[in-house]
């Protein structure tokens, strides 16, 4: 399952449209590859809500340090039909991640890990931080989780 939450601003407590898309089993998971699993189903969801959207939002990183793949955010940027911004809000550091800025959201002393490409990543990190909600994961990001992991 894939789903992605459209939402019209960055402090909206509730998304425009949901859409969601069932897809078949994810290919096994590579370390260093994530995006030979995750890529798919983020095109595949993209596709179904049949829009050219300005600025999209991933659970992941953006990109790697040098000499491993590119992060699934770089990935989905390349393979996009159309120009977009791609921000990855990342839950856990990951030591071959670069060029990311952690943010603090809420009460929590954890960190999400913000990176970007087609916008500074210190833009990318101030629009996640005026995300909607009190805790960690902003609402939408949680929504989109959500209805992701629903079978």
Same mark, same amino acid.
Request: with cysteine.
């Given at each position: 399952?894939?789903?992605?939450?459209?939402?019209?601003?960055?402090? &909206?407590?509730?998304?425009?449209?949901?859409?969601?898309? @069932?897809?078949?089993?994810? *290919?096994?998971?590579?370390?260093?590859?994530?995006?030979?699993? %995750?890529?798919?189903?983020?095109?595949?969801?993209? &596709?179904?809500? /049949?829009?050219?959207? &300005?600025?999209?939002?991933?659970?992941?990183?953006?990109?790697?340090?040098?000499?491993? %793949?590119?992060?699934?955010? /770089?990935?989905?940027? %390349?393979?996009?039909?159309?120009? /977009?911004?791609?921000?990855?809000? *990342?839950?856990?550091?990951?030591?071959? *991640? &670069?060029?990311?800025?952690? @943010?603090?959201?809420?009460?929590?002393?954890?960190?999400?890990?913000?990176?970007?490409?087609?916008?500074?990543?210190?833009?990318? *990190?101030?629009?996640?931080?005026?995300?909607?909600?009190?805790?960690?994961?902003?609402?939408?990001?949680?929504?989109?989780?959500?209805? /992701?992991?629903?079978?």
């Amino acid at each position: 399952m894939a789903a992605a939450v459209v939402f019209a601003g960055w402090t &909206d407590d509730a998304p425009t449209t949901l859409v969601r898309k @069932i897809l078949p089993t994810a *290919a096994q998971y590579r370390p260093g590859r994530f995006f030979e699993r %995750e890529l798919p189903c983020l095109l595949a969801v993209l &596709d179904k809500a /049949a829009v050219n959207f &300005d600025t999209i939002l991933i659970d992941g990183y953006v990109h790697l340090r040098a000499g491993n %793949e590119k992060g699934l955010g /770089a990935s989905l940027f %390349e393979a996009l039909p159309y120009q /977009a911004v791609v921000i990855g809000v *990342a839950k856990s550091p990951l030591a071959i *991640a &670069d060029r990311f800025v952690p @943010i603090l959201r809420g009460r929590s002393s954890k960190p999400l890990f913000v990176s970007a490409i087609g916008c500074p990543v210190q833009r990318a *990190a101030r629009l996640v931080a005026s995300m909607h909600g009190p805790y960690r994961i902003p609402t939408l990001l949680r929504l989109a989780d959500r209805h /992701a992991r629903l079978g």
